[in-house]
């Protein structure tokens, strides 16, 4: 698992959530020369029975025309947010498997979805894509919810789990605020009944693995007592972050998304960058 990333998946339902998602990936692109794919997934058409067609059918727009609009619709949102760094894709199927597939067939390094997307019929359900990709473990997953100045992210809050170990999400963290000359601020909720020489250990501890990562990282490590999802939350709302970063393997022993990630994901943070463990921190 690398940073920075050089093929960046982003899936659009037009709302603004995933505009602000495309924002977002287009100044990670610029700086970094990588290429985006925007898609957009059409939910599939029912097919009538024979002698009957039901009325949705009947009524929904010829598939040739509508396969042409949303292409027009998705290449001047491209146009609009990032100029020629886009292939933009529309395509039919379920969103999720479409996004998985397309994921690993262009061996993306990072999809970024808006996490509030538009509901309806002929739409592309992204709040809930957003939160069912958790589910399916892969490269970096980036949600939006709103843009920040500039598509940049200026304060960057780590939630790191283990004060000692390893992790993907704190190295990605820590490479991306260096790539964007940002503030970080490490954090790590410790169990309610820590002692306080404990707690001094574990800022230690993070200190120590954000130095190895970059030296010269200006980083700020807080260890608080609590309860996870809401200490993350507080913290990203005291210090004013634009992206909180942490790894999907929160509270899960079999490192899939835990509690704490599920809570994250429907919070209303500006942007929330999820990683998955690589092999070598599962063994």
């Not at 100044?27 to 949705?56: C, K, Q, S, T, Y």
């Not at 020629?84 to 395509?91: A, E, K, P, Q």
């Not at 509270?251 to 899939?256: S, V």
Request: hydrophobic share 45%; proline share 7%.
């Amino acid at each position: 698992m690398s940073w920075p990333p050089k093929n960046i998946l982003v899936g659009t339902d037009f709302s603004a959530s995933s505009e602000a998602a495309l924002h977002a990936a287009a100044a990670i692109a610029r700086r970094d020369g990588a290429r985006i794919e925007l898609v957009h997934v059409l939910p599939p058409r029912l097919r009538p029975l024979a002698g009957f067609e039901p009325l949705d059918v009947l009524i929904s727009p010829d598939p040739v025309v509508e396969l042409e609009a949303t292409e027009r619709r998705a290449s001047e949102l491209a146009q609009r947010w990032a100029p020629g760094l886009c292939r933009v894709r529309v395509i039919e199927g379920e969103p999720v498997s479409m996004l998985v597939t397309l994921r690993e067939e262009l061996d993306a390094d990072l999809v970024v979805l808006g996490a509030g997307g538009l509901r309806g019929a002929r739409h592309f359900f992204l709040g809930s894509v957003a939160e069912k990709m958790l589910d399916h473990p892969g490269c970096p997953l980036l949600l939006t919810t709103r843009t920040t100045s500039a598509g940049e992210f200026k304060r960057v809050l780590i939630a790191q789990e283990s004060p000692r170990s390893k992790s993907s999400s704190l190295e990605i963290a820590v490479r991306l605020a260096r790539d964007e000359r940002s503030e970080v601020i490490a954090l790590h909720v410790a169990a309610t009944s820590s002692a306080e020489l404990e707690r001094q250990r574990a800022s230690a501890g993070i200190a120590a693995r954000i130095g190895q990562i970059d030296p010269t990282a200006p980083a700020q490590v807080i260890v608080r007592r609590g309860d996870p999802a809401r200490e993350i939350v507080r913290a990203a709302r005291e210090f004013g972050a634009d992206l909180v970063v942490l790894g999907a393997e929160q509270n899960r022993p079999d490192y899939g998304p835990g509690a704490v990630v599920k809570a994250l994901s429907r919070s209303d943070q500006p942007a929330l960058l999820i990683v998955w463990p690589s092999p070598t921190e599962k063994e």
